[in-house]
Structures are given as structure tokens and as C-alpha cells.
């Protein structure tokens, strides 16, 4: 199939393109600069992949948590491609989409986004089951959900940062991650082709991000509406 995926949940925006067996994928790290950079990165990996918008079978994007600007960036960007062409579109949880490489992993595992200093977006899975729904935490309400005498894998964007810190601080938990922690353009592929399999409904006009907490910008606001 013929597709284009986008993870756009943390400041390194990548971009995939995939036509049958072959891959052309862009990643960048350039944090605010993604508004500029999207949609020429999109334009070039489809040219290296040989393909049109109108020849994509599907697209597929980090649906969240994660960047409130780089989750409605990627939205926005395959949205367009749907109004256009009539592609469908797959969102996937973000988290989600970073476990599914352990899937098959004994252990329990941890999939985490760095949000802020010792806050993270997580959830916990079991065999590719999610066990809990997304939500964001302080490292120390993450431990108070695990078994101290249990091994937890821990993977994600966040996953090297959230080892180095338990370890530091309580190093009796048995935390562990594998290392480079890539990103998850190629499970994007493989989560929406198995709900294509599974006749899922593509995401509709008025679908949006998966947000587990309020923005900066919506908390100032309830704020000053407080005041008054």
C-alpha cells in the first residue's frame, strides 16, 4: 500500500512515506521550526518515494499526547490531504504507537513522553493491551503504580530520560530501555493497516487531537475567568 505517516508528538518531527516495501523517511529536530518545515518535508519524501497525494492509499499521525502545536500540525497537514484527494486518515494513540515494538516483551511495559522536568505522558501495557488509559504524572505518581520487585521496559521519547532519573533517585526499581529509542512512523504504518484489516473508521472532519491535560493557554484562561 501506498501511505504517508507523520509522528509529530515531541519536537523531532518525522515524516514517512511508503510506497509498497519501500520507505523514504525524513526526521528534525528543530522544535518551534516544525510550522515551517512540515509541509516542504512532506512534499520532499513523497518525491523520493515517487508518489503524488493522490496516488496515497492512506495516511496515518501520532494522534497524542504529546506537543500541543506539533499534534494539531500533523492533524492539520493530513487533514488537508483528506479534504483534497479523499485519503483516509488513522489516528493513533501516541503511546500506543511506541509500544508496539515490545508488544511480545514478558515484561510490563512503560511507555512514556517527556513533558516537562518530572512530568511525563504515559501508559502501561501488557502483551500490545493497553492497561491503563493515557495520562500524565510525576515520576513519583508513575512508581506508585509499580511493583517494586517486577521488571518494567520502558520505552518512548521519553524512556532514557524517565530510567536515568528512577535510578537515580530510587534504584531499587528494575527499569530498563533499549537504546536508540526511534520513532514511530513505521508502527504508524503497521497500526493503521491492521484497522484497515479490521474495518476501522478512518478519522472524520470534526476528529481531533488526543489531549490528557489542558493547555498552558487554556489554563490561563480559566484563570482570569476565575478572577472575574
Do not use: W
Not at 164 to 180: D, G, I, M, Y
Request: glycine share 6%; with cysteine.
Amino acid at each position: 500500500m501506498n501511505a504517508l505517516a507523520i509522528d509529530c508528538a515531541v519536537s523531532k518531527l518525522c515524516i514517512a512515506a511508503k510506497k509498497e516495501n519501500q520507505t523514504v523517511k525524513l526526521c528534525l529536530d528543530i522544535g518551534t521550526k516544525q510550522s515551517e518545515k512540515i509541509l516542504p518535508a512532506i512534499d520532499y519524501v513523497l518525491k523520493e518515494a515517487d508518489l503524488t497525494p493522490a496516488l496515497l492509499d492512506y495516511t496515518a499521525v501520532t494522534l497524542g499526547p504529546g506537543t500541543f502545536t506539533g499534534l494539531r500540525l500533523g492533524l492539520s497537514a493530513l487533514k488537508a490531504l483528506n479534504l483534497a484527494n479523499g485519503t483516509p486518515l488513522y489516528g493513533i494513540p501516541s503511546l500506543k504507537a511506541y509500544a508496539l515494538p515490545y508488544k511480545s516483551a514478558i515484561e510490563t511495559v512503560l511507555s512514556v513522553i517527556e513533558e516537562k522536568e518530572d512530568q511525563y505522558f504515559y501508559s502501561f501495557y501488557a502483551r500490545g493491551e493497553e492497561l491503563i488509559e493515557p495520562s500524565d504524572g510525576s515520576i513519583e505518581e508513575i512508581l506508585k503504580q509499580i511493583d517494586p520487585e517486577n521488571s518494567v521496559l520502558v520505552c518512548g521519547p521519553g524512556a532514557k530520560d524517565f530510567v536515568e532519573r528512577v535510578n537515580e533517585t530510587t534504584p531499587l526499581f528494575s527499569l530498563h530501555t533499549f537504546l536508540p529509542q526511534n520513532d514511530a512512523c513505521e508502527n504508524l504504518f503497521t497500526l493503521a493497516e491492521q484497522m484497515i484489516r479490521d474495518k476501522v473508521q478512518p478519522m472524520q472532519d470534526y476528529d481531533g487531537p488526543l489531549y490528557v491535560r489542558k493547555s498552558e493557554a487554556e489554563i490561563v484562561l480559566e484563570k482570569k475567568a476565575e478572577k472575574k
